[in-house]
């Protein structure tokens, strides 16, 4: 606020060195491949009888697998430091408990990821209301938002990478939001094994959208324990506190001093029992971190976050200004993954690139409204290695 596959990966993998991007730490990359064209096999139908289709797709050591119900990233495998591939990404195995679980795991968010206060905005002098299903507030686009669409999916035809591209027309006043948004998603993979997600979307009408993706990662494997001995740096001077429903305050406290400091690499578990007010309004991390290069033009870094045992490492690059750092709390043990394993508290954590929540009602945050004329554009790259 998901994914898996299988293969080895031959011991090039830990000949090849290269370094983590924005993070002066040297790792070792998945070795250079090209991937072939993607393949679509069915994953089941929806009781209106529409098919969901599951993608998958494969290119320098990495294997991922996409739905056409809500883009959801369904497994994600990645190699280890003896070039083990392993499913990093939570999910499921079958269609069903994607339309019921309330998780959003791997899912595309929108029209706005996060949250907006109260389920209304003011845009241009007229009043939005939205649907309210995050106690009194709206979450991630209302109870029918983009992780609930069944998109048009089809191979990727950029010529930089092996993936997918999906589109979806959000008709105007879904979910409450104005006009007639035009999406477009990409999924790809580099020759390298990264993965790139692009986003972009016209509207007829002036609105306001936040795209961005739920997947929650794990990278000792999907079932394979818990995060709290995983590695986070969050190039972040700054965060944004919440109120006890977790609705932006409007202020930039510095993270100095505070649990939220992740400037330098530290276990998730290091500070997340502290009795910090802002932890228990959470349970745990869910907050939205500044991040200190604001919106740029190109991806520039903002997360690391490694798995010492596995020597995995994940590399985050954005052109948003934030990013939503979510430790799983809500995870309860009642839901069971692709693995067979239950997930309980803490097993997956979620970093969803974005512009802040409630920016529609804080001025002060940076702006999420679009216009005709105007193409909404981001980029995210995940960048995956070994140390």
């Not at 924005?22 to 070795?31: D, S």
């Not at 064209?37 to 089941?44: A, L, N, T, W």
């Not at 002036?206 to 079932?223: I, K, P, R, S």
């Amino acid at each position: 606020m998901t994914t898996s596959r299988r293969t080895v990966i031959g011991a090039a993998a830990a000949g090849l060195a290269a370094t983590a991007v924005g993070t002066g730490q040297a790792f070792a990359a998945a070795p250079a491949a090209g991937g072939g064209r993607p393949h679509k096999e069915h994953f089941g139908t929806l009781p209106d009888g529409t098919r969901v289709d599951r993608w998958t797709v494969e290119s320098g050591g990495t294997r991922l697998g996409v739905l056409s119900y809500g883009g959801i990233v369904q497994t994600l495998e990645i190699p280890d430091r003896h070039g083990r591939r392993a499913n990093v990404s939570l999910g499921f195995g079958e269609l069903a408990p994607y339309l019921t679980a309330g998780t959003y795991f791997g899912a595309l968010i929108g029209r706005y990821g996060n949250r907006i206060a109260r389920g209304t905005f003011t845009l241009d002098g007229r009043t939005y209301r939205l649907p309210v299903n995050d106690g009194p507030n709206s979450l991630h686009g209302g109870d029918q938002g983009f992780d609930k669409r069944v998109w048009d999916v089809e191979p990727y035809t950029g010529g930089d990478g092996s993936g997918l591209t999906l589109r979806r027309v959000s008709p105007d006043g879904e979910m409450g939001y104005p006009g007639t948004l035009t999406v477009r998603v990409d999924y790809v993979l580099d020759r390298r094994g990264d993965l790139r997600i692009a986003y972009e979307a016209t509207t007829d009408k002036a609105t306001v959208v936040n795209l961005t993706n739920h997947t929650y990662f794990n990278l000792a494997g999907e079932g394979n324990g818990d995060v709290l001995g995983h590695t986070l740096r969050i190039a972040a001077s700054r965060y944004t506190p919440v109120d006890d429903t977790l609705i932006p305050t409007g202020e930039l406290p510095k993270v100095a001093g505070t649990p939220f400091d992740f400037r330098r690499a530290k276990p998730i578990g290091q500070d997340i029992r502290q009795g910090h007010q802002q932890l228990v309004f959470g349970g745990g991390y869910d907050h939205n971190f500044a991040l200190d290069k604001g919106v740029t033009a190109t991806p520039e870094h903002a997360v690391t976050l490694a798995h010492p045992a596995s020597g995995r490492v994940m590399d985050i690059t954005t052109t948003e200004p934030g990013v939503q750092f979510y430790s799983g709390n809500g995870l309860d043990g009642t839901l069971r993954g692709t693995s067979g394993a239950l997930y309980r508290q803490a097993d997956g954590l979620c970093l969803e690139t974005q512009h802040f929540p409630d920016s529609p009602n804080r001025p002060s945050f940076p702006a999420t409204v679009l216009r005709p004329g105007q193409t909404y554009r981001t980029t995210t790259v995940h960048h995956f290695g070994v140390r």
